[in-house]
């Protein structure tokens, strides 16, 4: 009990070979959640931007647009 055998070890590197192996699928998926990330962001900017539209007057909104 206690000491790892051949089939632990055996485990082990085939989960760490299909975590880190390959095409790097962890900064992938780092890169992924970056991505929505940032759209994330850049939505929240929009919504922004209208509700500052709504807050100005008729006059300002049609000579902003001109």
């Given amino acids: 009990m206690g000491a790892f055998?051949?089939?632990h070890i055996l485990a082990i590197?085939?989960?760490a070979a299909?975590?880190?192996g390959?095409?790097?699928k962890i900064?992938?998926?780092m890169g992924d959640t970056a991505k929505g990330i940032r759209a994330f962001?850049?939505?929240l900017k929009g919504e922004d931007e209208t509700a500052?539209?709504?807050k100005l007057p008729k006059d300002e909104t049609d000579s902003k647009r001109a």
């Fill in 5 to 7: 055998s051949i089939w």
């Fill in 52 to 54: 500052e539209d709504k």
């Fill in 41 to 43: 962001r850049d939505g």
């Fill in 18 to 20: 299909l975590l880190f």
């Fill in 27 to 29: 900064s992938g998926l």
């Fill in 13 to 15: 590197v085939i989960v």
């Fill in 22 to 24: 390959g095409r790097g």
